[in-house]
């Protein structure tokens, strides 16, 4: 349990950190593990590339989970994919947007494909992490047990 509060102020400021600080920890490690299946099950599972090389877990693809980043404002947290484009896969398209052309197929997100062929369809893994996030309690859950880590009787 927390400790008892004179002042209502300093109680909402309290739990607005703590709430704050769970949306970057165990909510955002929540999120990403929904986002990661869903790349293996969505993407990976479905299509097996030939005109190109996948750059493997961890090696900064849209399967690195240090390319899924969370910021918080308000005690909102948004997720964001920023996977870059392959820089020696001679594509046209640079900077971020790999993730939102893969979910999204070509053109609808700005990007295009470089070749022709079945892996220009949508793939939509983000699509379906959202689906997935509003359809189960997993966040709720992952918020509740982190409050509840912080002191805090969530039930």
């Not at 479905?46 to 989970?65: F, Q």
Request: with cysteine.
């Amino acid at each position: 349990m927390k400790d008892l509060y004179d002042d209502v102020d300093d109680l909402l400021k309290e739990l607005e950190a703590d709430i704050e600080d769970t949306l970057m920890h165990e909510v955002l490690d929540t999120v990403k593990e929904i986002e990661l299946r869903h790349v293996e099950e969505d993407v990976f599972d479905v299509y097996s590339p030939k005109i190109y090389e996948r750059r493997g877990m961890g090696m900064g693809g849209i399967d690195d989970s240090d390319n899924i980043v969370g910021t918080v404002e308000n005690m909102e947290l948004e997720v964001e994919n920023i996977t870059p484009f392959a820089s020696g896969y001679g594509t046209w398209n640079r900077s971020v947007g790999l993730a939102e052309l893969i979910n999204d197929g070509n053109s609808t997100s700005g990007c295009f494909y470089d070749y022709p062929g079945e892996f220009n369809q949508p793939r939509p893994f983000l699509d379906n992490t959202i689906e997935e996030i509003e359809r189960t309690d997993d966040v709720e859950n992952a918020l509740a047990k982190g409050l509840n880590k912080r002191k805090w009787t969530v039930k």
